[in-house]
């Protein structure tokens, strides 16, 4: 007995495209339009960038000292740590392009080695003073009334206190050494954050959408998180940009005065500290180093304001 080995097709798949049909022609327009609009996008946010080349150095400058902190044996050879004593106090040269200290040690190498501590200490000072102030003003703008009162008083509190002053009694409180100023530092950082997350959050959560999600009985840690906090965070991160370049400066101060890593740690403030006793006989020992912290924060702060610019576009 013969089986029948016919399959059943659908429908769909026995009818062909027929050529020149309008329907088939304008679905596939529209697929072509939506595939090519986010490389259509990308393309003029890539022209804007480079219409403005101080913005363009600003980000060489910071994706350069991200290089050296990443990897710093591409850019020198030279020990930081140990010094040739026959080359002390030279000037800097084609061998030595930031010259040497007084130990002979390349100042170059030493300042780029440096970054990598300078670096990650910013970094997580900007990652707590984010985090913690971010979440006290989310919970301030959204659940309003004594909540409010209560976080809002105590930022006014803080922001009375200058941040050095406020940092320097932190790390009394936690001891020396670059983690701990780096949490001093985030910790001092916290009202900023949290009066700009607050702002905006106030703004955000009398939206029609935050209200429809409250009228459908959604969780008010569910509309946080899914509504509010992405919609109120674009000043927030600007904010970040400018307090990163901000950090670098009083992670550096602190470090000048010796709060950071002990020597002979290479650190971009212990470094300018270290050349104040031989800057009448060696100018570079302080004032490159100085340069590359200078750099580093008027490069975060033209990121910044390029961030603040386009999020208020939006």
């Given at each position: 007995m013969?089986l ?7 429908e769909?798949?026995l ?16 697929d ?7 490389r ?8 804007a ?7 363009v150095?600003s ?8 290089l ?15 010094g ?24 170059f190498a030493?300042?780029?080695h ?12 900007v ?8 979440l ?7 659940l309003?009334?004594?909540v ?12 009375a206190?200058?941040?050095l002053?406020?940092?320097l009694?932190l ?8 983690l ?15 009066r ?15 209200e429809?999600?409250r ?7 569910t509309?946080l998180?899914r ?9 927030v ?28 740690a ?11 006793d ?10 490159l180093?100085?340069l ?13 304001r390029?961030?603040?610019r ?5």
């Amino acid at each position: 007995m013969a089986l029948d080995t016919t399959v059943a097709l659908p429908e769909q798949a026995l009818v062909a495209p027929v050529p020149g049909d309008p329907d088939a022609d304008s679905a596939t327009a529209v697929d072509t339009a939506e595939s090519a609009a986010p490389r259509a996008a990308a393309t003029s946010r890539w022209r804007a960038v480079l219409r403005r080349p101080s913005l363009v150095a600003s980000i060489v400058v910071l994706v350069l000292v991200t290089l050296w902190a990443i990897a710093p044996t591409w850019f020198t050879a030279w020990d930081p740590i140990q010094g040739v004593p026959a080359d002390r106090l030279q000037p800097p040269s084609a061998a030595h392009w930031f010259g040497t200290d007084n130990l002979g040690r390349d100042l170059f190498a030493r300042v780029v080695h440096g970054s990598a501590t300078s670096l990650a200490a910013t970094s997580v000072a900007v990652v707590v003073g984010l985090a913690a102030g971010s979440l006290f003003g989310l919970l301030a703008g959204f659940l309003r009334g004594i909540v409010d009162d209560a976080i809002m008083r105590f930022m006014d509190v803080l922001l009375a206190i200058p941040s050095l002053l406020l940092s320097l009694a932190l790390i009394t409180a936690l001891g020396f050494g670059t983690l701990n100023v780096a949490i001093a530092v985030g910790l001092a950082s916290i009202a900023s954050f949290s009066r700009v997350m607050r702002a905006e959050v106030l703004t955000v959560s009398t939206a029609v959408y935050v209200e429809a999600a409250r009228i459908a009985g959604v969780r008010w840690y569910t509309i946080l998180r899914r509504h509010v906090l992405p919609n109120a965070s674009g000043p927030v991160v600007a904010l970040a940009a400018l307090e990163f370049g901000v950090m670098v400066l009083a992670i550096s101060s602190l470090s000048f005065l010796g709060f950071g890593a002990p020597p002979p740690a290479p650190e971009w403030g212990s470094l300018v500290a270290g050349g104040r006793d031989y800057l009448a006989v060696a100018w570079w020992l302080t004032t490159l180093p100085g340069l590359v912290i200078v750099a580093v924060v008027l490069a975060a702060n033209r990121i910044s304001r390029a961030l603040e610019r386009d999020g208020g576009r939006r």
